[in-house]
């Protein structure tokens, strides 16, 4: 398991061009941009978290059938801060970190102080976002870092606090039609009020500040909020559902103790430990209307669970479909403790709640005369319920519809609206991931690919140029092997058949990462790429 998860990572800072077997569609050319935790020890100090380790960015060119590689890791403040002392200094939300133990007491006593509402850290490890022409690697933090997608050197570091009052933000925005991007942070315990808040960023500025490169960022709204049903202890959430009219939240039973975060870094333990699954307590679901910018008064709940990502959502005969990976409780996020990650593992593993994909209906108009006990959806295509309690309240009950998948990716043209196909990693918890999945929600029928000793990464869909068909495309996973004779490798599978289509190793380390985006590219951009490249694989 060290392999996977413990080793650091080496940065492949020129690019290199790998061994294609197969062929590449002529039509693929762009570059495959991901980001995940890539060093895990900094001098003989460790992160204790396999979701704490700094950010390595990595990225697959593919122009004319050919792809090249590079790594780099994100040159954050935190990523700085820890190399220069050569040690872990900057506390991650597993791993509380302390500057410098040699400090005074006066000098301590104002370090405790500091972090009673901490500035959390800027190693954006999760994700890449788009904004307008920018991309920027992002976390759960306030924080994300602006980069440069072709080269991976890090640029400015931008504070959504700046721009809206959050403390936290998911790394998984929603983007509409016209690029503006729409994503939600928790705002703790703002002018004596905890709330989610739902921001909007566009796509574009007004000429005049186009003019004077000004970001998207300094024109970001607050959508809406929504109060958080505990000042003290709000649910922690990674991500949100979207249709053409609606916003779902799912205020769920996981959730941060502000009090014991205050007091973590005194008592000398990490935020992670103040984090607490209720398992006595619902889970609440919150639908924004778009239009009027609120929410729903209804109250609809469900019981306790534990989402990590949303797969998609859309509206049909009167109702909310929305589709998400649901947990019985929160021991996954225990399970990749890097002390779990052992020789043990596969016994370790087995103790985690298998993660199931449901399907969730949720009633847009609620009769004031229905019979307490009814249910109250009416589509046909789901053996979801939603059954009125009383007055205004709702228990909804989910249709599951497969087990064992996570790290879930659609067609993005069909996001926010019908759709029948998700693709995912398998998780069969003996190691995870093993395999590529693709689900037809249609048929309750999958495709698969797997490779012995293969662990893949989460897989993104592609559309082929003028696609008509939902799953006219290619999938794109990068694959790291536990077999020293395989290397690493890109894979692209024809996402209709889920057969392999081609294969590009590179003779590197590389790492497991979480997530990422596809970039095409335009004809200026692979020109500056190819004469980049050219340039470097000479040098």
């Known amino acids: 398991m060290d392999i996977i998860f413990g080793k650091n990572k080496e940065e492949q800072l020129k690019p290199v061009k790998a061994q294609v077997t197969g062929t590449i569609p002529t039509w693929l050319q762009g570059t495959l941009l991901r980001n995940g935790p890539g060093m895990h020890m900094v001098g003989e100090s460790k992160y204790n978290h396999w979701f704490d380790g700094l950010a390595l960015l990595h990225s697959f060119s593919i122009r004319h059938g050919e792809v090249y590689y590079r790594s780099k890791y994100l040159r954050s403040d935190t990523y700085n801060a820890n190399i220069e002392a050569n040690r872990i200094v900057v506390s991650e939300f597993g791993t509380m970190a302390y500057p410098d133990p040699c400090k005074n007491i006066f000098a301590k006593a104002f370090s405790y102080l500091s972090h009673t509402i901490p500035d959390f850290t800027d190693n954006c490890l999760i994700n890449i976002m788009k904004c307008g022409k920018d991309f920027y690697a992002t976390t759960e933090t306030n924080y994300i870092r602006k980069i440069n997608p072709q080269t991976l050197e890090t640029l400015e570091k931008v504070d959504y606090r700046k721009y809206v009052a959050i403390n936290l933000a998911t790394a998984h925005p929603h983007y509409d039609g016209a690029g503006n991007v729409l994503n939600m942070g928790t705002s703790i315990v703002d002018k004596g009020k905890t709330k989610y808040v739902i921001f909007q960023i566009p796509a574009s500025v007004p000429e005049m500040d186009a003019r004077k490169g000004?970001?998207?960022?300094?024109?970001?709204?607050?959508?809406?909020?929504?109060?958080?049903?505990?000042?003290?202890?709000?649910?922690?959430?990674?991500?949100?559902?979207?249709?053409?009219?609606y916003i779902i939240f799912l205020e769920q039973p996981f959730k941060l103790d502000i009090l014991k975060m205050a007091t973590a870094y005194m008592r000398g333990v990490s935020w992670a430990s103040c984090m607490t699954f209720h398992r006595e307590d619902k889970t609440y679901i919150h639908l924004i209307d778009r239009k009027t910018r609120r929410p729903v008064p209804t109250k609809f709940f469900t019981d306790p669970m534990v989402v990590f990502h949303h797969v998609n959502a859309y509206e049909e005969d009167g109702c909310v479909l929305f589709d998400v990976i649901a947990y019985q409780d929160s021991s996954l996020y225990q399970l990749f403790y890097l002390a779990n990650l052992n020789q043990d593992f596969e016994e370790n593993s087995r103790l985690t709640s298998v993660p199931t994909l449901r399907r969730f209906a949720v009633p847009l108009h609620v009769d004031k005369n229905a019979e307490v006990g009814s249910n109250l959806i009416r589509t046909t295509s789901t053996r979801a319920t939603a059954v009125k309690e009383k007055e205004d309240h709702v228990y909804c009950q989910p249709e599951f519809l497969h087990e064992g998948l996570e790290l879930p990716q659609i067609n993005y043209a069909h996001n926010g609206k019908p759709y029948r196909y998700v693709y995912a990693a398998e998780v069969q918890w003996s190691p995870i991931?093993?395999?590529?999945?693709?689900?037809?929600?249609?048929?309750?029928?999958?495709?698969?690919?797997?490779?012995?000793?293969?662990?893949?990464?989460?897989?993104?869909?592609?559309?082929?140029?003028?696609?008509?068909?939902?799953?006219?495309?290619?999938?794109?996973?990068?694959?790291?092997?536990?077999?020293?004779?395989?290397?690493p490798f890109l894979l692209i599978l024809d996402a209709k058949s889920f057969t392999e289509l081609a294969r590009a190793s590179v003779a590197v380390e590389m790492h497991l990462d979480l997530h990422g985006l596809f970039i095409p590219h335009t004809d200026q951009d692979m020109r500056t790429q190819s004469l980049s490249e050219a340039q470097q694989d000479t040098a």
Do not use: M
């Open 214 to 245: 000004k970001s998207p960022l300094k024109h970001t709204e607050v959508f809406c909020s929504i109060p958080s049903r505990s000042l003290l202890s709000p649910s922690y959430y990674h991500s949100f559902g979207l249709t053409d009219n």
């Open 433 to 487: 991931p093993t395999k590529i999945l693709k689900y037809d929600i249609l048929t309750k029928s999958s495709l698969k690919w797997g490779e012995e000793s293969c662990w893949p990464a989460e897989p993104l869909f592609v559309p082929t140029p003028g696609a008509k068909d939902e799953d006219d495309g290619v999938i794109l996973s990068a694959i790291v092997s536990t077999d020293p004779q395989k290397p």
